[in-house]
C-alpha cells in the first residue's frame, strides 16, 4: 500500500508511472478527492480516459480495484448482494434428511456469511488488506434514478444495510470513482456529493505523450500521424468519435502490420480500429482518407 499522495505533483508522478498522462486540473482534482475523502464524478465522451483513471489510481496506490459496472435495469440487490440460494436449498434438503435440525437454528445458519454473496457496493464496504479500496462506478449514466437514489444513501454515510444481518459500515470510506458518458443527465444531488471534472479529448501534444506511453515502440513520426488523423476525425461529423482507447488500438494494429507511415491504402484497411459503425467508414474510405491525410502532413509540415 502507497500513502495517499502529498501534493499535486505527486498525484501527477504517481498517475504517469502507471502510465496514464493527465494534465494539472485532473490531477488537482484526483488529489482533492483523495485528500478530502470525497468521491470523484467524471464525466466525459466515451474513450478518454475516465475508467483508466480508477485502475491507474487503485495501481499507484497499491489499492484492490472494486468494479461496479453499471447497466439499465441494475438495482440495489445486483450491485450489493444476494443469496447463494442453490446452496440454502442443498443445506434444508440434508437437514430434513438428517432428521429436521432446529427451525431457529437452521434459519440463523442459513442467513449467515457463509450463504452470502457480496456484490461490488458490500465488498467495498468490507476490511481490505492494504487499505481501502477504490470502488469505481462505472457508466452511471446506463442506470435509473431508483438506483441514483439508493446510490446517494449508501455513499452518504458509506454503508448498506442487509436485512437479515443488519447494517455493514465500511471502518474506512472507499477510494470512490463514478464516470458517466452522460447519455443522459445524472441527478444533482448525487453530483453534489462529489468532486466533478469533464474528461475531456486531449490536445495534440497531450495525446502524442499518452501514444507514447501505452505503445512506446511506434517511431515518433507514425505516432504523430497517428493522432493528427485522429485528431482530424473527431472534427468531421461522425456518429461516434473516436476516442484515446481507439487512438492506442490503431497504433498497435499498425506496428502489427510493420506500417512506417500512414497511406490511404493502410487507412481503408485498418478503418474498423478506430470506427466501430459502418456509416461512419463508409464515410471516411476512399478520397475522404485522402482529403484528410493530405490536411494531416501539410498541418505536421508547417508545425
Known sequence: MTDIPASIDAVQAMLAGQNYVCG????????????????LFLEGEPGTGKTEIAKALA???????IRLQCYEGLDAAAAVY???????????RSAEA????????????????????????????????GGAPVLLIDELDRTDEPFEAFLLEALSDFQVTIPELGTVKAPEPPIVVLTSNRTREVH???????????????????????????????AEALSREV?????????????KRPGVAETIDWAKCLLALDVIDLSPEVIADTLGAILKYQDDIARIQGSEARRLLEEVRKDLALA
Request: aromatic share 10%; proline share 5%; net charge neutral.
Open 24 to 39: 494539472r486540473p485532473l490531477a488537482t482534482v484526483v488529489f482533492l478527492a483523495l485528500r478530502l475523502g470525497r468521491p
Open 59 to 65: 495501481a499507484g496506490l497499491g489499492r484492490r480495484l
Open 82 to 92: 444476494e443469496w447463494n440460494f442453490a446452496a440454502q436449498m442443498v443445506a434444508i
Open 98 to 129: 438428517g432428521g429436521g435440525a432446529d427451525r431457529d437454528l437452521l434459519e440463523a445458519e442459513l442467513f449467515s456469511d457463509r450463504y452470502l454473496i457480496a456484490r461490488p457496493l458490500l465488498e467495498a464496504m468490507r476490511p481490505q488488506d
Open 188 to 218: 444533482d444531488a448525487l453530483k453534489r456529493r462529489c468532486l466533478y471534472h469533464w474528461v475531456d479529448y486531449p490536445s495534440f501534444g497531450r495525446e502524442i505523450e499518452i501514444l507514447q506511453a501505452r505503445a512506446p515502440e511506434a
Open 227 to 239: 493522432v493528427a488523423f485522429v485528431q482530424k476525425l473527431r472534427a468531421e461529423d461522425l456518429f
